[in-house]
């Protein structure tokens, strides 16, 4: 242990962690999950009636373009989610030794901060 006079310290520097995300991710998974699994079968069932009645523009076209939106936008978020989710839990299982100083009454106090 080395004891330092206080006016013999010139500079501190102290690690700081950078912050645990706050975006956890789930919300971008749920409604990712719910578009696809909604736009599938409307993508599905509009490419069926345009194989059986080409000519129906009235029946396919609306489907094709609900359901290929809906892919659209529901493969991304579940991308994203995943990305967020991973980025969380890679902040969480981080294990950190990092110094600590303190001042108390008496003056200086230092030391370790272990977090795993």
């Not at 892919?71 to 991308?79: F, K, N, T």
Request: glycine share 16%.
């Amino acid at each position: 242990m080395l004891v330092l006079a206080k006016s013999a310290v010139t500079s501190l520097r102290v690690y700081i962690p950078p912050p645990v995300p706050t975006k956890t991710g789930t919300g971008m998974l749920v409604g990712g999950g719910i578009l696809t699994s909604l736009g599938v079968p409307i993508f599905i069932t509009g490419v069926v009636f345009l194989g059986v009645c080409p000519s129906c523009t009235y029946l396919h076209l609306p489907m094709l373009i609900i359901g290929g939106g809906a892919l659209g936008g529901g493969i991304p978020m579940i991308s994203t989610g995943v990305q967020r989710r991973n980025a969380f839990r890679r902040a969480l299982q981080e294990s950190r030794v990092t110094p600590l100083v303190s001042r108390t009454r008496d003056g200086w106090n230092g030391g370790l901060n272990v977090r795993f």
